[in-house]
């Protein structure tokens, strides 16, 4: 597995590399909610890319955590974990984007395994990820890593238990 690709918690100076790097290398639907005008990285959506990431991850009470992808010193991505209301287990919701020229290099691989380690450590019971139904390299993954699928509608849902991980490895 990649031993180049470390996960950085969010800050204020790595939100400006991420909006960078979703710019140059991602399509604005694959990375953030959908915002009215005509495509592409206009300054609208910019702003709104920042904006949501401010609220969601570096507001005063986050609701999820979100790290930059790192490969090297280059930020290509992120990653978050986002606790789900559920009243009988510990779950969490897993997601991850990455630019389109480090896609299928062994990053999403490591990034997952890395994004399960922190659900372990925070003491989640299960994991969850979806994905649509012709992402067949993030379906691939998830089934690596002991992920049960089941199709929604057009997405697939996985869930990984924890304690089918342990002892796994990375």
Known sequence: MRS??????????????????????ADPREVMP?????????????????????SRSLSAEPVESTYAIVVGKTVVGAARLCPMEDPVRRAVEVGVWIGRSHRGSGVGRAVLHQLLDLACAEGFDSVFASTKVDNAAAQRLLTGVGGELVREGDAVVARVKMADLRGLGG
Do not use: I, K, N
């Not at 790595?14 to 140059?24: F, G, R, S, T």
């Not at 959908?34 to 401010?54: C, D, I, K, Y």
């Open 4 to 25: 180049d690709v470390v996960l950085q918690r969010l800050d204020e100076d790595l939100l400006q590399e991420l909006l960078e790097a979703a710019v140059a290398d």
């Open 34 to 54: 959908p915002v009215a005008g005509p495509s592409g990285w206009t300054s609208e959506r910019r702003v709104a890319f920042l904006r949501f990431h401010q």
